[in-house]
């Protein structure tokens, strides 16, 4: 099944304690973001790689990091977490057709929780 | 700067009534523009694209849109909606640059009533 999975689905964690989120893709896709979602502001880009060993700022991308070493997957790290990350966080993967990204397919979302 | 608006926050409507959502977006070329669902505690879920072509795209669970250039808009449509529609919806756009990041509109809250 055609699928982007993200683990952990829920996690609490405390101010500073570095933490990581996976993203893994099985419809090798090219690109690959990350999104938080909030109240009243929408789903927000943190960053996006769009191929393997090439990633980007998004909209909002201080306090996160990416990697992307491979194709199918694409981690989210918070090397210090404060609390304004407490969020819902999206991984999304899109195939590309002569040049242009198509739909954008989801994960199930990590929400995350820093106190 | 490129952009998709959803203009209502919320929209309550009765179980079994018609649904219209409205979208607009600021594209120069014609873009491409999604509609996807999220249900509580889920994932984003596409209903529906348009990439080219019929203007009026039929997407999955009985929901349509339809591509309006004159009005630069791209509204969702059921003719009857079910308890099960209650979600929030996202309509959302391809921004035509080098990056081709997707644009989302800020959400449609749908409330059912019994």
């Known amino acids: 099944e055609a699928q982007v999975t993200q683990n952990p689905r829920y996690l609490i964690t405390v101010t500073g304690k570095k933490l990581t989120v996976t993203c893994s893709q099985n419809m090798n896709h090219e690109y690959m973001s990350w999104y938080r979602q909030d109240p009243g502001l929408g789903l927000r880009q943190i960053y996006y790689?769009?191929?393997?060993?090439?990633?980007d700022k998004g909209d909002v991308p201080e306090g996160y990091k990416v990697s992307r070493k491979e194709k199918r997957n694409f981690p989210l790290i918070l090397e210090s977490p404060s609390p304004n990350q407490t969020s819902l966080y999206f991984c999304?993967?899109?195939?590309?057709?002569?040049?242009?990204?198509?739909?954008?397919?989801f994960g199930q979302g990590t929400r995350l929780t820093v106190v | 700067a490129q952009s998709v608006t959803q203009p209502d926050i919320h929209i309550t409507v009765s179980e079994g009534a018609s649904l219209e959502l409205r979208c607009n977006y600021s594209y120069g070329a014609t873009p491409y523009l999604f509609w996807y669902v999220q249900s509580p505690g889920q994932g984003l879920q596409l209903l529906l694209k348009?990439?080219?072509?019929?203007?009026l795209v039929q997407g999955i669970k009985g929901f349509e849109a339809e591509f309006k250039r004159s009005q630069s808009s791209f509204n969702l449509r059921k003719p009857s909606v079910h308890w099960s529609d209650a979600a929030e919806y996202f309509c959302?756009?391809?921004?035509?640059?080098?990056?081709?990041?997707?644009?989302f509109g800020k959400g449609t809250r749908l409330h059912i009533l019994p």
């Open positions: 959302a756009g391809i921004h035509m640059n080098r990056d081709d990041k997707i644009i």
């Open positions: 790689s769009m191929n393997v060993e090439v990633t």
């Open positions: 999304a993967s899109s195939s590309r057709i002569r040049g242009m990204n198509t739909e954008a397919f």
């Open positions: 348009y990439f080219s072509g019929d203007t």
